[in-house]
């Protein structure tokens, strides 16, 4: 079969073919550069310089600046003070709890129940941290109604402004920490801040009133701490007398007095004893 004249039909098209893709690429060349010379043909006038403004005096009140608006539109602290007043609390609400409150004492005196009965590890830590701290909230709760009642809420309502307002909340909490140090603490704190005895109470200031304070709780949680580590003592001392006389001597003592001490804790009700005490040694602050 004679093919030829198909080759021949094949060649011409792609030779129409190739011309037609040729004149495309010269026809947009001229386009496009006849485009760009009407461009360059169109002139821009150039925008006049503007005049330099004149300095302003920085002592000027008038000259500008950025200003805060604590309050809103009510009198009451806007919404973003209020913001940062709130964040700035909980950031030192840590230091606050341990130093102004009942948790201190509380958790001390629990830890060391713990460790009389020869528990080092059970309840855990956070097990005595959250005691402590809903117990030292149930003993705040009267401050802390206090406070919210003559200084928080008058502050929020904008009848009060922020210097009132701190000055009437730290009164509350002033006077629960006076009821719960000693003389002998606040007068050890006055000498080494060598400053004069005060006159009354309310001439003692929170930066002497503060330390004064952790001072007699930790004392008075040793004491209490004493007294619970006593009866859980005789009952080591029984336990090893009687291994002793049996020539028992390379059995741990522990092993033994353990189960006895945790009877004799259950039996006398121990942590009702011990949360009753730590809450009535405060009944005379709340």
Known sequence: MNTAPYRIVSRASSARIGLLIVLIVVITTILLWLGATAGHAMPID???PTDPTDPTDPTDS??????IDINGPDGA????IVTLLGITLLSVAPALLLMMTSFTKIFVVLAMTRNALALPSIPPNQVLAGLALFLSLFIMAPVLTDINSVALQPYLDGSLNFTDALNLGSEPLRQFMLANTRGEDLALMTRAADQPNPDNPDDVTL???????MISELRAAFIIGFVIFIPFLVIDIVVSAALMSMGMMMLPPVMISLPFKILLFVLVDGWGLIITSLI???QMAA
């Open 46 to 48: 150039p925008t006049p």
């Open 62 to 67: 008038g000259g500008g600046g950025l200003s």
């Open 77 to 80: 602290p806007s919404s973003a």
């Open 207 to 213: 930066l002497t009133l503060i330390p004064a304070f």
């Open 280 to 282: 009535g040694s405060y």
